[in-house]
């Protein structure tokens, strides 16, 4: 029989699996790297609660857990750049329907553009637009103030359309 804690932190993983594989994957671009990433954060999480510590709000802290994995993921190896792997012809958007060729088209121009921005802005930017958070969830992920998260998106579009404007020309 499941305990209380166990049922919780299913429900919180069937949630949020798939919004955390999707910031995973705006960072890593490999989907299998991906996946694994995400499930270790996870476990990880799991660990940490099972080993009887507090967890006040369990979404920040698998963001946070995540978040670290993919500085560790970089720090360990080298990957290829959003870039590079726009280029190949089997390089797949995050998607989980069917999408048109022009809907792939353009979700592979806007991660491109994302790719070119500071992480600061990314961060909130994928958070805000694709998993469309608040300021202030950003703000526990982020352990910055909703404020700070607030300019930091705004900030983060106009350098997008800045950008944008740049690769139209």
């Known amino acids: 029989m499941e305990t209380n804690i166990e049922q919780n932190f299913i429900t919180v993983y069937e949630e949020n699996v798939q919004p955390l594989f ?14 694994d ?40 190896k080298k990957s290829s750049s959003l870039d590079a792997l ?5 390089f797949d958007p995050p998607a989980y329907e069917e999408v048109s060729a022009e809907e792939r088209l353009d979700a592979k121009g806007a991660f491109k553009l ?4 500071p992480p600061e802005y990314k961060d909130v930017i994928i958070l805000r637009c694709v998993e469309d958070m608040s300021f202030k969830e950003i703000g526990q992920i982020t352990g910055e103030t909703e404020n700070t998260v607030a300019v930091r998106y705004h900030r983060g579009l106009k350098k997008v359309k800045k950008l944008f404007n740049n690769d139209e020309q």
């Open 22 to 35: 999707r910031y995973c994957l705006a960072h890593i671009s490999d989907r299998e790297i991906a996946k």
């Open 37 to 76: 990433v995400v499930q270790d954060s996870f476990t990880k999480t799991w660990d940490y609660i099972a080993k009887g510590s507090e967890v006040k709000n369990l979404k920040a802290f698998l963001y946070k857990t995540l978040k670290n994995l993919i500085i560790d993921h970089y720090r360990s």
């Open 114 to 117: 994302l790719e070119k921005l």
């Open 86 to 90: 726009s280029e190949e012809e089997n």
